[in-house]
């Protein structure tokens, strides 16, 4: 049977005409089980799936620290007013709303303002934590790479915390190592929570008083079993997506006569696809058509590194 699963694998990894620079890797997040994967370790841009490093560092701060992100106002960093790319609010220097709402922000909208600007906040923090000066931003892209180097994402470098690209100055990662970003993104209650949002009402103050925005996700398939997690999008990147989708637990008897319960979750990741929401739909029902063949097989391993995906926790 297991040899059955890899000429699947191996059949559905061929089975991929006219998608030649795409990248996929679709794993079941509890066991680590890797079900279909090509150009996994190819290192390229991944536009706003950068946002995932970023969100996720947010929430690990808050927790360590005790911070509320409802309550915790964030200013505008001087630095938006030449940003580019997604601004959904328009923010300006010296505006300021809630962690919370500018975490929405980013991850739903994709906004490169609001990242920014809770990058610059964070980042601050983790300057006074540790006694030092100097650029916050910079102080919290350096956190985001101690992050992926403590999630073994070994062929990935972040440059900024919005992805998006500049001459000399781009950000690289590979299919597999967004996968695991996601894995243990999507551990974390706060990220689940906010990037399974259909769309969120969030409030800007500045100097013409309050705004009130109705900030979209632009992830098309999140629903109640797609719990995010993130779009991205750049000329160099392509059309990129990282999907996380919940099903029931798997309840079996036990041989001692009580019930056994498996978690079962799936991550999808597509970095340069061409159509990045119907391939996901159609990879989704493939990874889960082989992860129960390989259950019901026996969920057994003959080469753990390269059937199993393992994220550690850093968080200890």
């Given amino acids: ?184 993104a999507m551990r974390r209650p706060g990220m689940s929570f906010v990037t399974r949002q259909p769309s969120r009402q969030v409030k800007v103050s500045g100097a013409a008083g309050e705004r009130i925005f109705n900030i979209k996700n632009t992830n098309q398939l999140v629903s109640e079993h797609v719990i995010g997690l993130k779009t991205g999008t750049t000329a160099a990147a392509g059309e990129c997506l990282a999907v996380a989708v919940e099903r029931d637990p798997l309840i079996r008897p036990k041989a001692d006569g009580s019930k056994g319960v498996t978690p079962r979750r799936l991550i999808v990741v597509l970095l340069d696809s061409p159509n990045r929401f119907a391939r996901a739909k159609g990879l989704i029902d493939q990874g889960w058509g082989i992860y129960d063949s390989w259950v019901n097989s026996g969920a057994t391993v003959q080469d753990r590194d390269r059937e199993i995906l393992t994220v550690p926790d850093p968080r200890g």
């Fill in 1 to 184: 049977m297991n040899r059955v699963i890899s000429c699947i694998c191996a059949l559905l990894a061929l089975a991929m005409p006219a998608l030649a620079d795409e990248a996929v890797m679709v794993v079941e997040a509890h066991s680590g089980k890797v079900l279909i994967g090509r150009h996994t370790t190819v290192k390229r841009p991944v536009a706003s799936l950068t946002k995932i490093a970023t969100g996720v560092l947010v929430v690990d701060w808050a927790e360590a620290a005790g911070v509320d992100l409802a309550t915790t106002r964030v200013t505008v960093p001087p630095a938006v007013a030449g940003l580019g790319g997604a601004n959904p609010m328009q923010l300006a220097p010296g505006e300021s709303l809630s962690a919370l709402d500018a975490l929405f922000s980013a991850m739903l909208g994709s906004d490169n303002a609001a990242a920014l600007t809770l990058a610059d906040h964070v980042g601050r923090e983790f300057l006074r934590r540790h006694g030092r000066s100097g650029d916050p931003v910079g102080a919290f892209v350096q956190e985001m790479n101690h992050l992926a180097e403590a999630l073994n994402m070994r062929k990935t470098r972040f440059v900024n915390p919005h992805g998006l690209e500049a001459p000399n100055s781009v950000g690289l990662s590979t299919a597999a190592d967004i996968a695991k970003l996601s894995i243990y």
